[in-house]
Nanobody, 123 residues
Framework: QVQLVESGGGLVQTGDSLRLSCAAS????????MGWFRQAPGKEREFVAS???????IYADSVKERFTISRDNTKNTWYLRMNSLEPEDTAIYYC?????????????????WGQGTQVTVSS
């Protein structure tokens, strides 16, 4: 059974940093791209970042230069380092495991999803 579990969310202030983690089991995750998405209240789930199996990355324009996606295949865990957080970053953050090796911004290119972790940034 494939399982993804996010952790590391919380309540922070503007300018603070957080590192989200996604612990995965039940699949050879190193063979697939992985990604992070987020959903703010009243909005659709949106792409944040993606990492291919060859370490290629894609970032949403709103998080470029502030967020960094990475993975540790030995631990079946991937991360989202978030710096200079802004109130607009407030959302539930979801990790996802891809259907393919390549990074993607499309939700349909991801086969498995975690339950999400809340990130709240106060002004």
């Amino acid at each position: 059974q494939v399982q993804l579990v996010e952790s590391g969310g919380g309540l922070v202030q503007t300018g603070d940093s957080l590192r989200l983690s996604c612990a995965a089991s039940g699949r050879a995750f190193s063979n697939f791209a992985m990604g992070w998405f987020r959903q703010a209240p009243g909005k659709e789930r949106e792409f944040v970042a993606s990492l291919s199996t060859t370490d290629g990355t894609i970032y949403a324009d709103s998080v470029k230069e502030r967020f960094t996606i990475s993975r540790d295949n030995t631990k079946n865990t991937w991360y989202l380092r978030m710096n200079s957080l802004e109130p607009e970053d407030t959302a539930i953050y979801y990790c996802a495991s891809g259907r393919f090796w390549r990074a993607s911004v499309n939700r349909d290119d991801y086969a498995y999803w975690g339950q999400g972790t809340q990130v709240t940034v106060s002004s």
